[in-house]
Structures are given as structure tokens and as C-alpha cells.
């Protein structure tokens, strides 16, 4: 099915949308199905990929379609410049028509355009209350998007965002699901270990993993895998004051 204009084309999308959520909702395969069919949806497009937004203004590539499109994406953080970087902290979609010619990025478009990337659309990846990241269409020839694809393109991107959205909330979920196990598991330790409740057991592993600066999770962790508590001095935190027995709650 291809898309076109009216009816039959919010129908292809709505299809496009299923496949997109369709069997594991976790990030990696989501990302990775997002720019295959991206390729297979944009016509002119011949490479994507994703750029996600980091902590401290950082940007890495979640998934691409080809060795090119990763590397095409790294030109620009290395570079510090280009069509991706601008769409993620500029809260906009770029176009580059020819990027040989294009001088806003006068060190990244020469480059890409040695690679054999002859014109880019980079759209913005966001939701109501936050930018995600940017879907990075990349296309051999320049002046490959016309108007009609480039609306196709943020129709895609579009899909794609709820898509990206529903698995980094479904992965956060399993994460938190996972470290809530994982501590439960450590609490019934100490709780077997040195006879204490599990409420005590938590206060424990609360106050260790402050001491040692280390996140709950962790500690847990290193709980499960020694089947006790380990030295503090081996974490890096600071021994219990006069000697006391670390299970006792303070």
C-alpha cells in the first residue's frame, strides 16, 4: 500500500502505526523498526536514523537503517553542527536541499555530501511536554524531497514519536518494575541473614547506599550476587560510625 492524499492515507498511516507498535514495545526494536520503515515509507529517503536527546544538551544515535546514516549522524556531534542538532534545541524540522551547497553548516554538508548524501530532512521528535530526540532522512541525490514527501515525511514522524514515546515509557516501567525485584530480593537477604524485618532490611539498604553513594539498585545488586552485605570501605563509603553492626537502624 501506498500512501496518498484523503482517506486511503490516513488508512496506510493508521497501518503504519500499528506495525510500528506491533509484538515488543521496549525501546531497542521499536527504534530499530522506526527507521527501517522509514525508508520503506519516504520515498526519497535512503538512510535514517534517530537522534535522542540527552542530559547536558548530549545527543547519541538510538538506531540507524545503514552504517551511513550512523556515521552521517556522528559527522554532526562531532562537528558540533547540522540539521539534527538544530531540530533538537531549536524545537524545529530542518531541510537541506543540496548539502553541498547549503552554508548553514559549512563544515558538516561538505562532508556528508563527500559520503554520497546529497540532501537531508531532519525532523524533530517531540511530544506535548517534551523533544525526544530527531528522525534523520537522509537521501543520495540532492533535491530529493519535494513537497509532497516532505509531508509524507512529518505524517511518518509523527506516527513514529508516539511510538518512540509508548516503548521509552514501557521500558521505564519494566526498569522500575526490575529494581523494585531486584531490591525486594536483597531486603529477603538481610531479613534471613541477620533476623530483622523487612521495613529494618530497606532502612539498611537505604542508609548503606547513601553512605557508599550508590544508587538502591545497585546495592541491591551486589546484595543478591554476595548473598550479604558488602564492606563499606570495598564501595567506597565511609565505615559505620564506632564500629556498629551495619544492621542496626539508625
Not at 20 to 36: A, G, K, N, S, W
Not at 51 to 75: F, G, I, K, N
Amino acid at each position: 500500500m501506498e500512501p496518498t492524499s484523503g482517506s486511503r492515507g490516513a488508512a496506510y498511516f493508521a497501518q503504519v502505526s500499528s506495525e510500528l507498535m506491533m509484538t515488543e514495545r521496549d525501546e531497542t526494536p521499536t527504534f530499530q523498526r522506526i527507521v527501517d520503515r522509514a525508508v520503506e515509507v519516504v520515498d526519497a529517503c535512503d538512510h535514517c536514523g534517530i537522534s535522542m536527546r540527552q542530559r547536558r544538551r548530549q545527543v547519541h544515535t538510538v538506531a540507524s537503517s545503514s552504517p551511513l546514516a550512523a556515521h552521517c549522524d556522528e559527522l554532526q556531534y562531532g562537528l558540533e553542527e547540522g540539521p539534527c542538532l538544530e531540530a533538537i534545541w531549536d524545537d524545529d524540522s530542518y531541510l537541506v536541499q543540496d548539502t553541498r551547497t547549503d552554508r548553514r553548516w559549512p563544515r558538516w554538508g561538505p562532508r556528508v555530501a563527500d559520503e554520497g548524501i546529497g540532501s537531508v530532512l531532519s525532523i524533530r521528535m517531540a511530544t506535548s511536554t517534551e523533544t525526544l530526540g530527531a528522525l534523520n532522512l537522509y537521501a543520495s541525490r540532492p533535491h530529493a524531497y519535494d513537497e509532497e514527501s516532505v509531508d509524507v515525511a512529518l505524517i511518518y514522524a509523527a506516527h513514529a514519536t508516539n511510538a518512540m514515546s509508548t516503548a521509552q515509557m514501557v521500558t521505564g516501567l519494566q526498569t522500575a518494575l526490575q529494581s523494585r525485584h531486584l531490591i525486594g530480593v536483597a531486603q529477603g537477604i538481610l531479613v534471613h541473614r541477620y533476623d530483622v524485618s523487612l521495613e529494618h532490611a530497606f532502612d539498611v539498604l537505604r542508609r548503606y547506599s547513601s553512605n557508599a553513594n550508590l544508587k538502591l539498585r545497585d546495592l541491591a545488586a551486589i546484595v543478591v550476587e554476595r548473598r550479604d552485605l558488602p564492606p563499606l570501605d570495598e564501595l567506597g563509603g565511609t565505615p559505620e560510625r564506632s564500629g556498629e553492626d551495619p544492621t542496626v537502624a539508625g
